[in-house]
């Protein structure tokens, strides 16, 4: 008898999602002695291609690489306003230790994150961050016998009698149908066209600097192909994952992270937030959107003094390459980044006047409860007289790292229909998945798209 002809499945895009669909379908098919034949399409170059995942940390919120947190489920339905689904974040948790193994068992160490200062959910990270985990899985992968096809744009897909048959791609040029039984879609949200961020954020959407070189890829594309296909839309598409960062750097998210411990001014010189309304990860998303839509000039400065320098380890909170703006006097910093001096001591001055407490309470590694007493807006921790210079000001803009619209999936990473049905061959992990509301649960983004990448490989194997 002839062989059977292989399971062909295609995989769009090689962030942590992609790789992971692609690898562990090769591997399962390997394991079920199912003859399969799978391609992953992204429209970078080589050099280019892993999204937003090649540029990131991809810190994961695990108490270590063999477990999570008992509240693990709650807390991150939490930021979402209990919106989310709690089947889908259950699965996370359940699979996420075997996925941590699995990746170890491709080469991936982990530590932890240098990153934070002030304590939150644990979290572990890959050596080397998202290039060293994107590295060893593609390695993986095509040791496993996984095709890559760099500089190929997903255009559509072809369905014929509800089932589907092919996707349709562009490269060098030209136009083709890849034939295919299934499809992951893995090739992120849409922050990366203007238009539409400027139709789902409004004016100034479309000028919202990108977090890192990696970001623009990701366009929307595989979310309308799946929407055009008939999957339903999910999340919330007036939500995107935004951080502060160095205007003037010019290196992959320059965050700066250490703007509790200050305050911060918009040109006017006036403060227009609790910079201390909660740990960093709590409120930067607020901070940086603030700034961008609704800042004079969608810009703002982070002011520190001296006492900066005394916190330790205060550099992991800071991944801008420029130095701060320092200065004597504080009539002399308003002067380097061109806020009204009197406008700015006026601000400071009110500050400095309303911090109650003892300074030497202060504690950047957790909430420390100083606070402001009437001042407005307030400061609700790490609230300490800004008076020892020299003193420093960061510039801060917001950046957008991914939005949270995007397409219905279930717990098996199956996209689904507006009446809740499954798309049959239809798969997708990571950004594109609408499973965020209001905010982003700190550190899961990476998590999730090795965890429902590696089931939705899976599942493609199993149709």
């Given at each position: 008898m002839p062989e059977p002809a292989p399971l062909r499945i295609v995989v769009v895009g090689q962030g942590a999602a992609g790789v992971a669909a692609a690898l562990s379908a090769a591997e399962a098919a390997r394991t079920a002695g199912r003859a399969v034949a799978v391609t992953l399409i992204d429209k970078a170059s080589e050099s280019d291609a892993g999204g937003n995942t090649r540029w990131s940390p991809s810190?994961?919120?695990?108490?270590?690489?063999?477990?999570?947190?008992?509240?693990?489920?709650?807390?991150?339905?939490?930021?979402?306003?209990?919106?989310?689904?709690?089947?889908?974040?259950?699965?996370?948790?359940?699979?996420?230790?075997?996925?941590?193994?699995?990746?170890?068992?491709h080469g991936v160490a982990f530590i932890q994150p240098p990153y934070y200062l002030a304590k939150g959910p644990p979290r572990i990270q890959p050596q080397g961050g998202g290039a060293a985990l994107l590295a060893a899985l593609v390695k993986a992968a095509k040791a496993a016998g996984v095709s890559f096809r760099y500089e190929c744009a997903a255009r559509g897909i072809v369905q014929a009698e509800g089932r589907i048959v092919g996707l349709e791609v562009d490269q060098s040029g030209r136009r083709e149908t890849l034939p295919a039984e299934a499809i992951v879609l893995a090739n992120g949200g849409f922050q990366g066209s203007a238009a539409l961020m400027r139709e789902h954020f409004g004016p100034g959407g479309d000028t919202m600097r990108l977090i890192s070189p990696g970001t623009h890829y990701n366009g929307g594309d595989g979310i309308a192909m799946a929407l055009a296909a008939g999957a339903a839309k999910s999340g919330d598409w007036n939500g995107m994952h935004a951080e502060p960062v160095d205007a003037r750097a010019t290196t992959s998210a320059p965050v700066v992270l250490v703007y509790p411990f200050g305050i911060v001014v918009d040109k006017t010189g006036r403060r227009f937030f609790d910079e201390g309304a909660g740990l960093v990860h709590e409120t930067w998303e607020w901070l940086a959107r603030e700034i961008h839509f609704n800042r004079p000039g969608s810009i703002a400065y982070t002011i520190l003094d001296s006492r900066l320098f005394d916190i330790a380890d205060y550099k992991r909170a800071i991944r801008s390459e420029v130095e701060p703006f320092r200065a004597d006097t504080l009539s002399g910093l308003a002067g380097l980044i061109g806020v009204d001096a009197a406008a700015l001591g006026e601000t400071i001055a009110a500050y400095n006047a309303a911090c109650v407490g003892t300074p030497d309470a202060f504690d950047a590694t957790r909430c420390d409860g100083l606070h402001t007493h009437g001042l407005a807006p307030p400061k609700s921790n790490w609230a300490r007289a800004i008076a020892s210079p020299p003193?420093?000001?960061?510039?801060l803009v917001g950046a957008v790292a991914y939005t949270f619209g995007g397409i219905a999936t279930d717990e098996h990473a199956r996209v689904l229909r507006p009446d809740g049905t499954v798309l049959p061959g239809l798969y997708a992990a990571g950004e594109i998945t609408g499973h965020f509301y209001e905010a982003a649960p700190n550190s899961v983004a990476v998590l999730r798209a090795l965890v429902f990448g590696r089931i939705a490989g899976r599942q493609a194997v199993a149709i």
């Open positions: 810190n994961m919120r695990m108490a270590s690489p063999d477990r999570v947190e008992d509240s693990f489920v709650h807390d991150v339905l939490a930021a979402t306003k209990n919106r989310g689904d709690a089947r889908y974040f259950t699965r996370l948790a359940a699979d996420a230790p075997e996925v941590a193994a699995w990746a170890v068992s003193y420093l000001a960061w510039p």
